[in-house]
């Protein structure tokens, strides 16, 4: 996949993300581009991979401009970076969950990239007002 195609669909799965519930999210992008398995995803979620860039199907050179064409587009359209903790799955028992890792060397700037969320306030406004119509005129 070259670089041209490889935006327009980084583009549409944000969109696509936005239009069904308002947020963006950079894994969810990586699994809509097929670089990321949702079983991977998973496995990582559940503490059996150290770091998610191990599972993903690229080399760091692409994740890296994957990461950036999110970022440009979420600063074309204007959308809210919200930070999300990603904790394990599974430790219910335990007070203190596990902070999952995204990248083998951990850097602050690349966790945090992974991590952040991109909210488009008026679209989730929008959907907020279908869904409380649609409540009131009993839809499905």
Same mark, same amino acid.
């Given at each position: 996949?070259?670089?041209?195609?490889?935006?327009?669909?980084?583009?549409?799965?944000?969109?696509?993300?936005?239009?069904?519930?308002? !947020?963006?999210?950079? #894994?969810? #992008?990586?699994?809509?581009?097929?670089?990321?398995?949702?079983?991977?995803?998973?496995? $990582?979620?559940?503490?059996?991979?150290?770091?998610?860039?191990?599972?993903?199907? #690229?080399?760091?050179?692409?994740?890296?401009? !994957?990461?950036?064409?999110?970022?440009?587009?979420?600063?074309?359209?204007?959308?809210?970076?919200? $930070?999300?903790?990603?904790?394990? $799955?599974?430790?219910?028992?335990?007070?203190?969950?596990?902070?999952?890792?995204?990248?083998?060397?951990?850097?602050?700037? !690349?966790?945090?990239?992974?991590?952040?969320?991109?909210?488009?306030?008026?679209? !989730?406004?929008?959907?907020?007002?279908?869904?409380?119509?649609?409540?009131?005129?009993?839809?499905?």
């Amino acid at each position: 996949m070259n670089s041209n195609d490889m935006k327009g669909k980084i583009h549409n799965s944000m969109y696509q993300q936005l239009q069904k519930s308002g !947020i963006a999210v950079p #894994v969810q #992008v990586l699994m809509d581009l097929s670089i990321l398995s949702k079983e991977d995803y998973e496995r $990582w979620r559940f503490g059996k991979v150290d770091y998610l860039e191990r599972v993903c199907k #690229v080399n760091l050179s692409k994740l890296s401009l !994957i990461m950036r064409e999110i970022r440009s587009y979420a600063a074309k359209n204007n959308l809210k970076a919200s $930070w999300t903790f990603y904790k394990q $799955w599974g430790l219910k028992s335990r007070p203190h969950a596990k902070k999952l890792r995204f990248s083998k060397s951990g850097g602050e700037d !690349i966790e945090k990239a992974y991590a952040t969320h991109y909210i488009d306030p008026a679209r !989730i406004s929008k959907l907020k007002q279908q869904s409380q119509i649609c409540s009131k005129a009993h839809c499905e």
